[in-house]
């Protein structure tokens, strides 16, 4: 793959605030990658986003779209002659006009958006207004609006936030078969970390308009870099690494100011302490039990500390029962 998106040292304050709500951001994102940024509400991913579809102009750095500078010192391309188009988080459908009038609309390759109407399957919704139509359904409408025009990347900003909970799934796969199919490289900010680790081929982390982690969701959920990311995909154990002085990964927890590990609650081997036998492990007291559907999760008291677990449903543990747990890297 070759770049296509090249950011470097953007940043953007807003008004007299002084913190930047973007701050030195750099990062690439290569020819038929799919990149998410995530973060927490005010880390600054949606202004980025803004920045490089050409919303917003950044304070200072450069930004480069196929080799073409699109933002700089002295260089500032508009929206609408930047190679790229942004599918905004509403959807921006206009509410007076049919699917068919909607994705045609100041287009002119007919037989491109036909082909893109069968793939997304909104062939039979045409002569359908956006509001005869569901969320999942408005968003393909959007898409294909925005990919008609073949452009080089698709912004989107939090595409699956208005679908319902059993709608998510089913359209979080279709957009990732529509961006293979169609080889798009598209670029989506989202606070929703399942759909970056499900979609994206990497992740940037940011905290604060900084970007705090850039790596692939294995990477960012199995290594992260600081306290921050490791919270931000999911429920986590930070251990003293003293306390597993042979963990593969650690890094200095902010807060504690100690070397830690980052251990999920699937990574513990756990079993009774009859079964532990001699092997050292952390041995502690169950303090509570909760059903989770698929699986069992349970905080067992170690000393000064609390470590979430999760065991199988069918596991017979109960609170006050004496466990032992080991770290399970594979």
Same mark, same amino acid.
């Given at each position: ?128 207004? $956006?509001? *005869? !139509? ?5 968003? +393909?409408? /959007? ?5 008609? =025009? #073949? ?65 692939? $969701?294995? *990477? !960012? ?5 600081? +306290?921050? /990311? ?5 429920? =986590? #154990? ?68 609390? !470590? ?23």
């Amino acid at each position: 793959m070759s770049e296509l998106l090249a950011v470097r040292e953007v940043s953007k304050t807003f008004g007299s605030n002084n913190r930047p709500a973007v701050d030195k951001v750099s990062f690439e994102c290569q020819r038929g990658e799919v990149l998410a940024i995530v973060g927490g509400s005010g880390s600054g991913k949606t202004t980025l986003l803004r920045i490089i579809a050409g919303l917003e102009i950044p304070d200072a750095g450069e930004i480069s779209l196929d080799g073409k500078r699109i933002n700089g010192p002295t260089d500032f391309l508009p929206p609408e002659k930047r190679d790229c188009t942004l599918v905004f988080q509403d959807y921006a459908l206009f509410p007076n006009m049919t699917v068919e009038q909607n994705v045609f609309f100041g287009k002119t390759a007919k037989q491109q958006v036909q082909k893109l109407l069968e793939l997304t399957k909104i062939s039979s919704l045409k002569k359908r207004y $956006p509001h *005869e !139509i569901s969320g999942g359904e408005q968003q +393909r409408v /959007a898409l294909v609006r925005a990919l008609a =025009t #073949n452009p080089s990347l698709v912004l989107l900003d939090e595409p699956l936030s208005h679908l319902d909970p059993e709608l998510r799934d089913s359209v979080r796969a279709e957009l990732i078969n529509l961006f293979r199919e169609t080889e798009t490289t598209a670029l989506f900010v989202s606070h929703d970390t399942e759909d970056a680790m499900a979609m994206a081929d990497r992740v940037i982390v940011m905290r604060d308009g900084k970007n705090v982690q850039v790596g692939t $969701p294995t *990477e !960012i959920y199995s290594r992260p870099k600081n +306290r921050y /990311a490791a919270l931000l995909f999911g429920k =986590t #154990n930070l251990i003293p690494l003293e306390l597993i002085p042979d963990a593969p990964h650690h890094f200095r927890d902010e807060r504690s100011e100690e070397q830690v590990v980052s251990i999920r609650p699937h990574e513990w081997m756990v079993m009774d302490k009859d079964s532990a036998g001699s092997k050292q492990g952390f041995e502690g007291r169950v303090s509570s039990v909760h059903y989770k559907g698929t699986h069992l999760e349970i905080k067992i008291e170690f000393n000064a500390m609390q !470590i979430l677990a999760n065991v199988e449903t069918s596991s017979p543990v109960k609170e006050g029962d004496e466990l032992t747990v080991f770290p399970n890297f594979g």
